[in-house]
Structure formats: structure tokens, C-alpha cells
């Protein structure tokens, strides 16, 4: 039996799920404080939803989707993004949600790629969405709330560049322009790019090797072919950002791997992490994602982190890791009248919303004092057969790195060891 996971996926087990979980609750209470409301679709949706939505062009849909057929002969795919499946869910549900509705999620995704350090094949992602306002203010709402998020989290070296991609009215006449300057030097590119050059031109943008060539920085912008509609929305989106203080950069070549964006693109990027890693998180404006699902036309912008990315981004910029420890008090009982107190200690505790924990059986001291620290508890609450006797329980701290013999111990009453943890910060004692 193989006890390793498939790959590309991983195990998230204590310490580092205790990290994951900070983030998860940092994500509902940052997306609740700007008055996104939590979703959840299905892990699979039919097949035809992300082939139709995130464009027969986009790595995501060409190379990455986990496509299998169930036992009625259906395609499904398990989801590789949620933006599609919210859109879906929206459209069905509409005359029963609010106007606008906004939604977010904390989900896993699966993406078909060759694994490495920061992308994995089941990953997670912290996403929102803003559905039904065409206004500026919606896409300067979701970036701030992005960037709120990532800077809370204390990753400083943070970089948002931002676009404006166009919509139907200004691309098609840009992308004509683009094939223009491009073909003449098609033999330039490399064999992917010049995929790239007749299926969707504005992808070129995002040719790592060639990226940086004389070639592609001297292309024509897409934000220098807006039509006058998409010119004002990123100027009024660009102001907005300036007007609350989100620091960010114009990158005229910023195009994203989905082909449901319209207008406003943008992408959070860490120094920590490698370059084609950088990436903590994206999303943009996508107006005409209804309209290819069959609904009618309704604007859209949101944008999904990565949370296994941004957590290996923290250490790397002195950031603290989030989450915590495990049980505030470990019961330490000694003997068979001291494991009766201790039973009904932990019970108390566990009522006035303590996390506690204990051994299951008698065991030496020294023995249950390894346990506690195993379990990641901030103080051990000590009885013995002296403190039966005394009506009392030693309470002693666990801070990591302290030596033997050097610990704070205090003896406190029995009935008053609740009330003395509540007068604690027991959870910064780790
Ligand atoms: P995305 O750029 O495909 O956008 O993914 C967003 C983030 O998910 C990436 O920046 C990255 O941090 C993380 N991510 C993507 N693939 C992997 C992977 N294989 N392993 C680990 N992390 C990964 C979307 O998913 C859009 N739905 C965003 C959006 C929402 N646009 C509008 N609304």
C-alpha cells in the first residue's frame, strides 16, 4: 500500500494546518468586514462549464483540467477555479439572491500542472466576487479587500500591478493590431508563443522566455487602444485605488490566463517566492461571463488568492505565522483519586469554552508532561495526590524553549482555575 498522497497534492497536517487555518479565518472575517457573503458549489461541475467559460485557448482548459466520466457517461471536471461555478449558481439562483450579490469562498481547487514548490495539483484559494455592478467602484472594492488581506498577513514586499484588457467594443480592432506587429516576427517566438500568436495574441505577453525580448516590449498596448468607455472605467478604477490608499503599479502587459476578463486586470505578486511562483493571487472584471453560460448580460469582477503560495510567502518575509496552538490547558492528573478531580476539571473547563485536553490513563509525570507539549498546550494544570489533598492544581507554563526546572509554576484553587484562565492570554503564550 502506498501511503503517499498522489502527487502534486499534500498532506496538511499540524503544524502547518494550524497555519492554513489562520489564514482560512482571516479570510471569512476580511471578506465578512467588506459584506461578502460565504459560498460553497460542488467540487465537480459539468465538463462543458469550464471549457465554455475560461476560453478553449487558456492553459487552464487546454492542458489542466481533471476531466473524467461518471458512471452515466458524463463528462465532469473536477473545478479548477470557482469563478465559473458562482457565475453558474448565480444565474440559476438569481431572483432569490441579493442585488448585487457578493460571495466568497475558501475552497480547494485541482489543476493538471507539473508540481513544484508553490504549485501543487489540489490547492487552495480565498476568492470574492461582485456580480451585477459595472461601476468602478466594484473592482477598486475587491482589490483593496485583496490587498487588506495579503498585507495583514504581513507580506510587505507585495506588489498589485494593474490593467485594463478592453472589452468587445476596443480588443477585437487591438488584437487585429497586435497579429499585425507580431506575424513578421513569428519565427522569433518559440513554438508555444507562436500557438499563443494565432489562437490568442495578447497571451504572447505572457511568453516567459520571450516575455522581456525588444520584440514584445515594443508591441502596441492594449491599454493605449481603449475605447473611450473601458479608458474611463480604468482611469475612475485608478483614481478609486489612489483614493484609498492601495499602492499599485500600471503593467501595460498584464494579461491573466482565464479568457473571461474584460477591462480591469490585476495580480498581487510576492518578492519572497520564486518568479513563475510569485503570483499570491489574481482576478479582474469578466462583463460578458453570463452571457457565454446562457443568462442574461451581467458585469462581474472579483479576484481568488492562493493560500498555499501565500503561506509559503510568510516565513520567507519574517511575516508571522498565523494560527495557533492546540489546548490552553493540559490536565495532569497523578493517581486514581487525582484522575477523578482531573475529569471533572477538564469537563469544567471544556463548559467555560477552555480548550483542554488530558491523557487517557495513569502515566508517570514526565510521560504526560511530553504529551502536553506533543499536543501543543500553553499550560499544564498539575494534580497530584498533595493537590487532591490541598484542593488545588499546579499551573504551569509550556512556553516552547524553556528549560527544565526554569518554568513558572503557580498553585491555584480548584474552583478557581477556570476564572484564572479566562484572566489569561493563554493563546499568545505559545
Ligand atoms: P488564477 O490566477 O488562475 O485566477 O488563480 C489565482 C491564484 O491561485 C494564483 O495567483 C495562485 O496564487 C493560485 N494558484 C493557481 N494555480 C495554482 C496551483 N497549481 N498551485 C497553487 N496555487 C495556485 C483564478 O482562479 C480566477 N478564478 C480569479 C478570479 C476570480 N478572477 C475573477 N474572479
Redesign the pocket.
Known amino acids: 500500500m502506498e501511503l503517499q498522497p498522489p502527487r ?1 497534492t499534500a498532506d496538511l497536517l499540524p503544524p502547518a494546518s494550524d497555519a492554513m487555518l489562520g489564514l482560512y479565518e482571516a479570510a471569512h472575517r476580511s471578506a465578512r468586514l467588506f459584506g461578502f457573503r460565504y459560498v460553497e458549489t460542488p467540487t465537480f461541475e459539468h465538463t462543458e462549464l469550464f471549457a465554455r467559460t475560461s476560453g478553449e485557448t487558456s492553459d ?1 482548459v487546454t492542458k ?1 483540467m481533471y476531466t473524467f466520466e461518471d458512471k452515466g457517461g458524463r463528462s465532469l471536471t473536477l473545478r ?5 461555478s ?1 457565475v453558474r449558481a448565480y444565474l440559476e439562483n438569481a431572483h432569490d439572491l441579493p442585488n448585487p450579490f457578493k460571495a466568497y469562498h475558501v475552497s480547494q ?1 485541482f ?1 493538471h ?1 507539473r ?1 513544484q514548490a ?4 489540489e ?3 480565498f ?3 461582485t456580480i451585477g455592478v459595472a461601476a468602478p467602484g466594484a473592482d477598486v472594492e ?1 482589490i483593496a479587500l485583496g490587498d487588506r488581506f495579503l498585507r495583514g498577513r504581513g507580506l510587505d514586499d507585495l506588489e498589485l500591478q494593474v490593467n485594463s484588457i478592453g472589452d468587445a467594443e476596443c480588443r477585437p480592432a487591438y488584437r487585429e493590431k497586435l497579429i499585425a506587429y507580431l506575424e513578421p516576427h513569428a519565427a522569433e517566438l518559440d513554438e508555444d508563443c507562436r500557438t499563443r500568436l494565432r489562437t490568442n495574441p495578447l497571451r504572447v505577453f505572457d511568453c516567459k522566455v520571450d516575455g522581456k525580448t525588444p520584440l514584445v516590449l515594443g508591441a502596441p498596448m492594449i491599454s493605449d487602444n481603449l475605447c473611450q468607455a473601458c479608458a474611463e472605467h480604468f482611469a475612475a478604477v485608478r483614481n478609486g485605488l489612489d483614493a484609498d490608499g492601495v499602492a499599485f503599479e500600471h503593467d501595460p502587459r498584464l494579461v ?3 479568457d ?2 474584460t477591462r480591469t486586470t490585476f ?2 505578486a510576492s518578492g519572497a517566492l520564486s518568479q513563475a ?1 510569485s ?8 462583463d460578458g461571463l453570463a452571457e457565454v453560460l446562457g443568462g442574461p448580460a451581467t458585469p ?11 503561506l509559503l510567502a510568510m516565513p520567507a518575509t519574517g511575516a508571522r505565522t498565523p494560527g495557533g496552538a492546540g489546548v490552553a490547558c493540559f490536565v495532569v492528573a497523578l493517581g486514581a483519586e487525582a484522575t477523578t478531580v482531573g475529569t471533572r476539571l477538564l469537563k469544567d473547563l471544556r463548559e467555560a469554552g477552555i480548550p483542554a485536553a488530558s491523557a487517557f490513563e495513569d502515566r508517570p509525570l514526565k510521560a504526560q508532561l511530553r504529551m502536553a507539549d506533543r499536543a501543543g498546550a500553553a499550560y499544564v494544570a498539575i494534580v497530584g495526590e498533595r493537590e487532591v489533598e490541598a484542593g488545588t492544581a499546579q499551573l504551569r507554563r509550556l512556553a516552547s524553549g524553556e528549560r527544565e526546572g526554569e518554568q513558572e509554576q503557580e498553585e491555584v484553587p480548584l474552583d478557581d482555575v477556570v476564572n484564572w484562565f479566562s484572566r489569561t492570554d493563554w493563546a499568545a503564550e505559545r
Open positions: 502534486g487552464v489542466e479548477p477555479e470557482q469563478t465559473a458562482i481547487q489543476r500542472g508540481p508553490g504549485r501543487l495539483r490547492f487552495r484559494q476568492g470574492v466576487e475587491v491573466r490566463g482565464l473571461y476578463y495580480e498581487f511562483q503570483a499570491l493571487g489574481g482576478g479582474g472584471r469578466y462581474g469582477v472579483g479576484f481568488a488568492l492562493g493560500l498555499d503560495r501565500i
